[in-house]
């Protein structure tokens, strides 16, 4: 079954950096639409940052430019490369996948289009 784990997760001060990886197995990694979701204390999910199965990439206005997501079809992994980090970005933040988009780009931040997530990893930034 699809399995997916997050990893990368801690503490960091304001301005720092993190790098999250997530490792997909139990399905045809290219084949998925992935992305990462976050979860702050007290709030919705919403979405991060995501690729779908074609390469097209979508950031949320909030880490447009701070954060980078990528994807390694050959070794099953999803990363998400963040910079210059705020308290606000404190959060779980998860990994998700659903089958391809077929070209509807508008879904792959939508939290209810995904299907499967990880048990997620907890991000803390400090001021």
């Known amino acids: 079954q699809v399995q997916l784990v997050e990893s990368g997760g801690g503490a960091v001060q304001t301005g720092g950096s993190l790098r999250l990886s997530c490792a997909g197995s139990g399905y045809t990694f290219g084949s998925y639409a992935m992305a990462w979701f976050r979860q702050p204390p007290g709030k919705e999910r919403e979405g991060v940052a995501g690729t779908d199965e074609s390469g097209l990439t979508r950031y949320s206005d909030s880490v447009r430019l701070r954060f980078t997501v990528s994807r390694d079809n050959a070794k099953n992994t999803l990363d998400l490369q963040m910079s210059d980090l705020k308290p606000e970005d404190t959060a779980m933040y998860y990994c998700?996948?659903?089958?391809?988009?077929?070209?509807?780009?508008?879904?792959?931040?939508?939290?209810?289009?995904?299907?499967?997530w990880g048990r997620g990893t907890q991000v803390t930034v400090t001021s």
């Open positions: 998700e996948a659903r089958q391809k988009l077929q070209g509807q780009w508008w879904l792959l931040l939508q939290p209810d289009s995904y299907n499967y």
